[in-house]
Every structure is written in C-alpha cells, then in structure tokens.
C-alpha cells in the first residue's frame, strides 16, 4: 500500500463544501446564543480581555493567547454574536484538520480496499455534528478546547507532511509553532508529542526518531509553565482540592460518565453532578469494565486491526490530561470529549467504509441527520441563561449549583418568584451554600 500524506487540497471540492454545509446547518443557531455560565467572569466581566492594551497589561499570565483571543474579539464588537462566530470559524477549521488527519490514519492503517477519502469524509461529518462537541463550540468558555485543538491538530498535520529531506525543515518548524501555541492556548495541549509518536507507531514507525523538535519544543514549553506564578498557583490549587489517589477513584466515575453519557450524545449538561469518591468500592470499580475492556482490545487488535486500536488509544489519550491526576474543581465536562472525539469518529468511519455495504450512503446520511439535530437542539438551550439552567437541572435535579443559577436567571429577568423558588431548591439540597443565601438577601427576603 503506498503511504498518502494527509493534505485537505486533496480532499474533492464536494466533501468540503458538504462538511461546510453541514456545520453551518448544525451550528447556525449558536450564533444566537448569549454569554453563559464562565463566560461572565472569563470575557464580560473581565477588563483584562476588554482591550488590546488591557490584555497586554495583564501579561503574564495563564493561557495567554486565549485570552488575546478574547481581547480581539471584545475589541471588534462586545456582543456575544462575534464571539460566537469565532468559535464556530474555529470548529470548521478543526472540522477540516480533522479530515487531513483521518485521511493519513486510513491510508496507513486500514486494508487495502480502503477509501482514505470516504473514512476521513464519515469521519469528519461524525466529528463536525456530535452534539458533545457544543460545549466546546457554542458555549464561548469551550473556545479554551477548540482553538488549542485547532493549534494542536495543525501541528500533527504539518509534521505529518514532511515528505522526502527536502521539505523536512519548514513543516516540522510550523509543527513546531503550533505545539507552542496550542500550549499558549491551554496546558493540556502538551499531550501532542505522545499523540504524534502514537500515530507513527501505528503509521509509519521509522520515523519516530525524527520528532526530537517535538518533544524539544515540549520541554521548553514545561519549563515556561513552570517558571509562572499563575501557573504554579494553577497547580497548587489542583493538588489541594483532592490528593492524587482521591482523584484518580474520582476519575473512574468523571470516565464513566463521558463513556456512558455524551459520547453517546445522551443528556448533555453543562454541570453535571458527579460524585467524588474517598475509596474504591465496588460499585466504583465495575465502572472500569468498559474502558478496561476498550483497552484490551486495543492491544488484542493491534496487529489484526491497527485502525481500531489506533482510535481506542488516541481516546484515552485526550482524556488522560483532565481524567486522571490533577484534580479539577468540576470532576468532568462535556468539552473534555473534543479532541479525543476523533478517535471514536474515526473507529466509526472506518466500520461504516468497510462493512456497510449498500446501505453505506444512506448510513451516513442518517447518522449525519441524528447527530446535526441533536446539536442543533442542544444549541437552542444555550439561546439564554434561563434556558440553560433549565435543561441543567431538569438532568441534574440533586445539585445545587445549577438551582442558584437558575435563580439567578430568574432574578435578573425580573420573575421574583421563580428566582426565588430556585434559590430554596438549592439551599434545600445544600443549607451550607453561601450564594443562594445571598442572593435572597439581595432580593429582601429571609434565607431558609
């Protein structure tokens, strides 16, 4: 089989114009969406991403050209419309880096009667309309995950086509460039160079020895992280909110619900209540069944099957960074599944290209309708606050936080009752919680 390179100009004009078409038909309706949740103390609320020479003044800090990205945005208009089209601009770009990527992992990884073109289309769509991907793309806090994988994604696919000693240097510099601005964007991009060995283990082994730049580039990166304040203040506070060991049992739990939840596009929440755990019960520890099951068969497949265990691997892969030692406030979040969405879209495209033979088209198409109306109503609950808050507690009734800000919804909308009815839910489930508490104070009315 000879190797093809992954490269999008090679893509037919119909398969992007379809990608493009289909993105913009699931998407669409965010762009009517309001600032949500962290948006306000990210990007509304914050004068260090209201200007240019505000966000300069701030520096440095964490995730810089994250929030560069936010300045340019709030610079060209405050509305939360820009924004929104940004981070749809960049879904479409990774959308397009997605296809590239697959094309490669086919060509390299599947059987001779392979189409790299038809697995990187499927795979594509897959991965443009998955309604987990919203929270990475119409919830505006989610461009911390698109843009570094837009970054993240460029810099496997520059390396990727290096083709021949001649063309060696530059492409591996950009690759270079973009590792580190992906890093700039969000830490977790440092998963890249383990990304990158993992492709060419499975696509083209003997050049593993040429990612030295890579690995280089990640070091110095490290480094950097380490040498700030914030950074180190970041990293504090993970270590002090669960030990190590509390937070991989809690982990098993945050994996169980990204499994079993929205890679299935099942009840989507933007704040979903999870449970911490102190000990590995047993009721904990059938939750491993299915990842550990994943993984053996990804080492049972290898040979056989490399396109399969090459997609069970590159899934893991990207949850490792926020499912496994350092603990976050929130045990899990749908935006977690983005960049590892690919392995799965793949896995898919590849079963759909090989086995479904004269239902394969009308396949597509269905799966295409599913997933893009799926996002699209997902999009609809981000149109505002009350709306969201709504479709949160109506999944996670038993936790307080999205009862206060349903609340708070409530309250700034001018329904009194309604607010404070919601206030109560949340101090009914939580007597300690502060901020209902307060929030009823502001409204004139006697806490429970």
Not at 101 to 128: C, K, N, S
Not at 233 to 243: D, G, H, I, P, Y
Not at 436 to 442: D, G, M, S, T, V
Request: hydrophobic fraction near 55%.
């Amino acid at each position: 089989m000879t190797p093809a390179r992954p490269d999008p100009a090679a893509a037919s004009a119909w398969h992007l114009l379809l990608l493009g078409a289909a993105t913009l038909l699931a998407y669409g309706n965010s762009l009517q969406a309001g600032f949500q949740f962290d948006d306000f103390n990210v990007i509304a609320l914050n004068d260090a991403v209201h200007s240019l020479q505000a966000w300069w003044a701030s520096m440095p800090g964490i995730r810089p050209l994250l929030k560069l990205s936010y300045a340019a945005n709030w610079a060209l208009d405050s509305q939360p419309y820009g924004f929104h089209l940004a981070n749809l601009i960049v879904h479409f770009g990774n959308v397009l880096l997605a296809y590239a990527l697959m094309h490669y992992w086919a060509a390299r990884t599947g059987p001779a009667a392979t189409r790299p073109d038809r697995v990187a289309l499927i795979g594509a769509l897959i991965f443009a309309l998955h309604p987990a991907n919203t929270e990475a793309v119409t919830y505006i806090s989610g461009r911390s995950v698109s843009l570094m994988a837009w970054f993240y994604l460029a810099g496997l696919v520059l390396f990727l086509r290096q083709v021949g000693p001649v063309a060696r240097g530059q492409p591996r510099a950009f690759a270079v460039l973009a590792f580190l601005l992906a890093l700039s964007v969000k830490e977790i991009a440092v998963t890249l160079p383990v990304a990158l060995i993992l492709t060419l283990w499975f696509c083209d082994r003997p050049r593993i020895q040429t990612t030295w730049p890579i690995w280089l580039a990640s070091l110095l990166g490290l480094l950097l992280l380490i040498s700030l304040e914030r950074y180190r203040q970041f990293f504090a506070t993970s270590l002090e909110t669960r030990t190590l060991a509390e937070n991989l049992l809690t982990q098993i739990e945050g994996l169980h619900y990204l499994i079993t939840r929205p890679l299935f596009g099942l009840r989507l929440n933007i704040d979903p209540a999870l449970p911490t755990h102190l000990a590995l019960t047993s009721a904990l520890a059938w939750k491993l069944l299915i990842p550990g099951l994943a993984l053996l068969l990804a080492l049972w497949q290898w040979r056989r099957r490399p396109w399969l265990s090459l997609g069970i691997a590159w899934f893991f892969l990207h949850l490792a960074p926020t499912n496994s030692l350092l603990a976050r406030l929130d045990v899990a979040n749908d935006r977690q599944l983005y960049l590892a969405m690919l392995g799965p879209a793949f896995i898919m495209a590849m079963f759909i290209q090989r086995w479904v033979w004269l239902l394969r088209w009308p396949t597509v198409v269905g799966l295409a309708f599913v997933l893009g109306s799926a996002s699209h109503a997902r999009n609809a609950d981000y149109r505002d606050e009350i709306s969201l808050w709504r479709a949160t507690t109506g999944d996670a009734p038993d936790k307080a936080r999205p009862w206060n800000n349903l609340g708070y919804a409530y309250q700034i909308a001018g329904r009194k009752d309604e607010a404070i009815a919601a206030y109560r839910r949340a101090l009914s489930i939580d007597p300690a919680y502060e901020k209902p508490k307060a929030n009823l104070r502001e409204m004139g009315v006697a806490a429970p």
